[in-house]
């Protein structure tokens, strides 16, 4: 894990981020623990996309925190940056689907990459385009 914390990753959940979500699927790469607001780290964050991935794991998240939470996502919102919040189960046992999600959210903001199958993902039985287009219903 120590060229995990050179590069800014703090916590397993962060890793496994990275390594299962984000390069697994070829999303472009964040920048961990970057300050968006006053007195705060974000855990990682895509400028050019203007998206923020939080990564919230039990400590420091529950409670009384989930209102700061939704306040500091709320202040990250009036300034253009939308807040994707994702657990553990998301991370761990969904990546695929997390993936999808983030994917979608760039492209909505103007990326023009692909994601990539993963050796966990399914790809759809047919010819359809994978990951399957949401706006297309």
Not at 71 to 99: E, I, K, Y
Not at 103 to 109: E, L, S
Request: with cysteine; hydrophobic share 30%.
């Amino acid at each position: 894990m120590l060229n995990w914390v050179e590069f800014g990753i703090e916590s397993p959940l962060e890793m496994r981020y990275v390594r299962d979500v984000e390069r697994a699927h070829g999303l472009p790469r964040g920048t961990p623990q970057v300050s968006k607001s006053a007195r705060t780290r974000t855990d990682m964050v895509y400028d050019k996309w203007s998206t923020l991935v939080e990564l919230d794991g039990q400590l420091g998240h529950r409670g009384v925190h989930e209102t700061r939470d939704a306040g500091r996502d709320a202040r990250h919102l009036a300034q253009g940056l939308a807040t994707l919040r994702f657990g553990w189960a998301d991370v761990a046992h969904r990546p695929c689907t997390t993936a999808q999600l983030v994917g979608q959210v760039f492209r909505n903001q103007g990326w023009k990459g692909k994601l990539k199958l993963c050796p966990q993902c399914t790809p759809p039985p047919d010819e359809s385009p994978w990951p399957p287009d949401p706006q297309a219903r």
